[in-house]
């Protein structure tokens, strides 16, 4: 089992829905990292959390530490929202990170 | 734009050659990771250099190395490559330690074909 799953692996969605993408990790953590990886493959890191909710902009991430498990919404979602969504999280005092396997979300017109 | 640099941005080389991947950090950031990521695999994460030394070391194979210069630019090196390294390279930056919970800067990466 990995340490870290993700789901769905793959998402459609029509323009304007809302979006929800599940994390559950089964160690203990320092912190939370949702990253965002377009397809020219580039990476930006949307979000680090280890408690509560942080949002930006359209984008809310929310962790609960009790059940292991976070959640990044997307409100009105708009087709260059379309790119693979990944949660990563750091362990104890190391500061790598161990990811899951991503994922895809494709938003129509 | 991160801040972060990586370069070649593309490189394909035969089997048992040797090739060095550079990545430049954020200005100001002491702290470099270096993470590979494969269809098969996904993102691993391979090494992670502070102030010039070695922090922590990941899933790296032992034909690959890398190290922290000076100026804190990284280089990791693969050597004898197998078609199986064929992947995306990245380079993250960091501020420092903080026991972990620490916002890391991805740079483009450098994608590796191996043929």
């Known amino acids: 089992k990995n340490e870290v799953e993700q789901s769905p692996q793959n998402l459609t969605a029509q323009e304007g829905e809302f979006i929800t993408i599940n994390c559950s990790y089964s160690?203990?953590?320092?912190?939370l990292h949702w990253l965002q990886q377009h397809p020219g493959g580039g990476i930006v890191s949307l979000f680090m959390?280890?408690?509560g909710k942080k949002k930006h902009g359209r984008l809310i991430a929310t962790i609960n530490i009790q059940e292991k498990h976070s959640s990044l919404h997307i409100t009105a979602s708009h087709p260059r929202d379309s790119a693979v969504y990944i949660c990563a999280v750091s362990q104890g005092g190391s500061e790598k990170l161990v990811f899951g396997k991503g994922t895809k979300l494709t938003v129509n017109p | 734009d991160s801040g972060v640099t990586q370069t070649p941005k593309h490189l394909i080389t035969a089997t048992g050659q040797r090739v060095t991947l550079r990545c430049s950090p954020r200005s100001g950031d002491l702290s470099v990771y270096w993470y590979q990521q494969s269809l098969d695999q996904g993102l691993q994460f391979l090494i992670q250099?502070?102030?010039?030394?070695?922090?922590a070391k990941g899933n790296i194979l032992e034909r690959f190395s890398a190290q922290q210069f000076p100026d804190l630019h990284s280089e990791l090196n693969l050597s004898s490559l197998e078609l199986g390294d064929s992947a995306l390279y990245f380079c993250a930056s960091s501020a420092g330690t903080s026991g972990g919970a620490v916002e890391q800067y991805f740079g483009p990466g450098t994608r590796l074909t191996v043929t």
């Open positions: 160690v203990g953590i320092s912190a």
């Open positions: 959390l280890s408690s």
């Open positions: 250099y502070y102030n010039g030394e070695e922090r």
